[in-house]
Structure formats: C-alpha cells, structure tokens
C-alpha cells in the first residue's frame, strides 16, 4: 500500500494527520462523514501498512513552513470548472486559490512540510480531469507576508 492507492477518504484522513496528529477520531470522522469506528479502522490499516509509521512531535518557531510553492492552473473550461476547486478545497496544503484573469484560470499557494509533498500536491492537481496544464514557481523566500488589515468579506 502506498499513498496512490489510497482512497479520497484515506487521503483525507492522512492529510489531517499529517496537519494535526492529535485530531481526534470523532473530530476526523465529522471531516470525513463516516464513524468513528470506521475511521480507526482505516488509520489501523494505514499504521499496519507502513503509511503511518508513528506520530511525533516537530518543534520549531510557530507557523514556520518550511516548503511554498505557486502553481498556476488551466482549466478546460473556466465556467464549469467546479470540480476542480472543490478538490483543490480537501488539500489542507492549499493555503490560497484565487480565480484570475490573464492566461491561467486558478493560482494557488503551496505550503508543506517538504519539496516531496509539493510534488505529490502537484502531482494530484495536474491529473484532475478538468486540468490542461499547469506552472509552478516554487518560492525562494518571503520578504513581506501579513493578514489583510480593515478588509472585511475575506475567507
């Protein structure tokens, strides 16, 4: 068993393990619609299977990531192209998704804990049906990130 072999449900669990390795089994079946038990049923498979090999503990400066990167996404079809988003939605990765105007339709921010993880990111996004193509810049460094001030509608 690998990660592609995983269903969408096993990916989301392991996403929100891979965020949050304390989330509660309840917590994670209300994320994933299904019961608890049957969640703990899929994280003892994942464990036995070598996917999830334990949980520990990262220290570092809070809110530190270490991996960013921006891909730019062509769409099909730029009106009916929801399916994308909402899968683009389930990638806890994805820390921005804007619409745009210009040549690409979709630019998303990247933000994991290794180069790996933005390729298999990558990976995933690129193979969506409704995705011709894409562009990715990976981020060299930060020299000005801060939440919007006085603006009111944002998500």
Not at 35 to 50: K, L, P
């Amino acid at each position: 068993m690998d990660r592609a072999s995983l269903d969408q449900i096993d990916q989301k669990i392991f996403a929100e393990l891979t965020r949050n390795a304390r989330v509660s089994h309840a917590e994670l079946a209300t994320k994933v619609l299904l019961s608890r038990n049957a969640v703990r049923q899929r994280i003892d498979r994942m464990e036995r299977h070598g996917l999830i090999q334990g949980y520990t503990i990262v220290t570092g400066p809070s809110g530190q990531v270490p991996v960013s990167a921006f891909l730019m996404v062509y769409r099909k079809d730029r009106v009916r192209g929801a399916d994308v988003i909402t899968v683009l939605r389930s990638i806890p990765e994805v820390v921005l998704c804007d619409v745009v105007s210009g040549d690409f339709d979709l630019l998303l921010r990247v933000e994991a804990r290794s180069l790996a993880r933005i390729q298999e990111i990558w990976e995933q996004v690129a193979a969506l049906p409704g995705v011709t193509n894409t562009v990715t810049a990976m981020t060299l460094s930060s020299v000005v990130r801060r939440d919007p001030i006085g603006v009111t509608g944002m998500e």
